[in-house]
């Protein structure tokens, strides 16, 4: 390459950092989220691209917030006048007694994973769910109404989307969990059943079981944290899929890496799949919609969390 070209290409990426950077003014409303670790999120280019693009005084920021701190913290953006903030590990639960009311669902979930700030009084919400639900129907043109769902896990995620599909009017779920933990799965199954109309059972997470299940399932999801790690061991393998005769969408809560092994073994049955980027981006814009009262530029925010998946390599 010339020098002039490389002097031009780097002026040029400057003046692209310059137009992409966010304006820090007196009126700036400050939105973020606490965690810990919060080192690894993608919240903040997705929400702070949105506010660019709208042209809206917003700054989402992360804030790594340790477990014993969440209560002080939390009284601390309603004394700062925040609008708001996301909630991630280990916060979703423990932040329920430190909120005025619950919003939505989020009292049957069980945990929230955003917090709005309207007249010194934080509101709780759990978005994640709903992120589900809009991600299956808006990307996967998939609709869980009426619909057979096999759920892998039963922890947080699982909850959420569990109790979400149940409002939703899902017709039968299923929660698969270990042997280890099989009372969450349980205490899950008896939370959704205040939802009347939707049939719920749980059972263990083994591949023998999951297959004298597996006939008339529609929507297999993977809420476990199973497939985050190359070495990883599916519950299930080919026999499942075999028996599998009405299922017409695997959904992987796990974005990274974008095509788990569960996910490549449905695509090889000519499966509809998706793994977890929509369900992430959805559950941004509603927050970002509850925050700021606009509607959420979703194709903005999506171009800018597949980026920064990019650029993180
Ligand atoms: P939790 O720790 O609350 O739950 C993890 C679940 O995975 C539990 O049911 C656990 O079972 C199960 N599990 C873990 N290891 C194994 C194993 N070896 N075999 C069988 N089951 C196992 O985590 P979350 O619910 O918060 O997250 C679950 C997954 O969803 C993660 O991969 C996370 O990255 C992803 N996620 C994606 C989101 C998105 O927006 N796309 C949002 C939130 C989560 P047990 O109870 O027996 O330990």
Known sequence: M?????????????????????????????VGLFGDPVKHTLSPSMHNAAFRHLGIDYAYLPFHVREQDLGAALKGIADMGLKGVNLTIPHKVNALKYVKSLCGEADVIGAINTVAVRNKKLFGYNTD?????????????FDPKKKNVLILGAGGAARAIAVQLAFYGAEKITIANRVLDFHLARRLA??????PGVKVKCVLLDEETLIKNARTVQL???????????????????????????????????????????????????????????????QGALAFEIWTGKKAPIHIMRKALTDAIKNRG
């Open 129 to 141: 769910g709903k992120g589900f639900i809009s991600s299956l129907k808006d990307d996967c043109c």
């Open 220 to 282: 297999l999801v993977n809420a476990t944290s199973v497939g985050l790690h190359p070495g990883d061991r599916l519950p299930l393998t080919s026999r499942f899929f075999d028996n599998a005769q009405s299922l017409g969408m695997v959904y992987d809560l796990i974005y990274n890496p974008p095509r788990t092994k569960l996910l490549r073994l449905a695509g090889s049955y000519g499966l509809k799949t998706s793994n977890g980027l929509g369900m992430l981006l959805y």
């Open 2 to 30: 010339r020098f002039e070209d490389s002097r031009r290409n780097l002026r040029e990426g400057f003046l692209e950092k310059l137009r992409n950077s966010i304006k820090i003014t007196g009126n700036t409303q400050i």
């Open 190 to 195: 008896g939370d959704i059943r205040r939802k």
